[in-house]
């Protein structure tokens, strides 16, 4: 690890840069891991859109809780260091989720 401040992306618009500079350590690491929620969350939103609607008649997979779409997806939310499954699907607009329970360590 360097000693030196490191330099941001060039893209990143001054302002921001500026905000930055000005947070604690502890701030820093709070933004990073909402920042890299919120990338996950709009990629999977990107991705939902892109998927075709699936037919009423595919075959729904057998863990799959009868108010949940067979279209949805599973992904891995972080919380508190603890890893947990969760159903995603999109209903318009939204993006709604349900916990299916926690990530094994062994997986």
Known sequence: MSYESPTPPTNLPTEIVTALNEFTPDRLQDVAMYAEELAEHK????????????????ERPDDLPDDVPAK???TIKEINDNRYYYWQWREGEKVTSKYKGPVNADE
Do not use: K, M, N, S
């Open 43 to 58: 990629e999977r939103e990107v991705r939902l859109e892109e998927e075709p609607d699936q037919d009423e008649g595919e």
């Open 72 to 74: 949805a997806t599973i």
